[in-house]
């Protein structure tokens, strides 16, 4: 079992940063990959970004160039930098952990609470 803790939501206004964290119970050495996806009232969850255990990364095109994944396997935490925010962008950030490859088909094993990113316009 992980449990994920995601930190570092809050209000920003348009053009602003966040860095959002993801904190991870035990060591995430062996999860295989780690995503932030994110829902807006009204709308369905998306894929934000994902890191493989490699480092392999990939985006959402509406994220492309603005937000960045990274992860610290010795401090157990994943974090989503995000850059020139847009109203937009506003949402519950969740983040997604899988130990195998069901995340390829987008269906992790841990998830988070989430975290609420509000851009002001």
């Known amino acids: 079992q992980v449990q994920l803790v995601e930190s570092g939501g809050g209000l920003v206004q348009a053009g602003g940063s966040l860095r959002l964290s993801c904190a991870a119970s035990?060591?995430?050495?062996?999860?295989?990959?780690m995503g932030w996806y994110r829902q807006a009232p009204g709308k369905q969850r998306e894929l934000v970004a994902v890191?493989?255990?490699?480092?392999?990364?990939n985006y959402a095109d509406s994220v492309k160039g603005r937000f960045a994944i990274s992860r610290d396997n010795a401090k157990n935490t994943v974090y989503l930098q995000m850059n020139s925010l847009k109203p937009e962008d506003t949402a519950v950030y969740y983040c997604?952990?899988?130990?195998?490859?069901?995340?390829?088909?987008?269906?992790?094993?841990?998830w988070g609470q989430g975290t609420q990113v509000t851009v002001s316009s």
């Open positions: 997604a952990a899988d130990e195998g490859w069901s995340w390829l088909q987008g269906r992790y094993d841990y």
């Open positions: 035990r060591s995430i050495f062996s999860i295989v990959a």
């Open positions: 890191i493989t255990g490699g480092g392999s990364t």
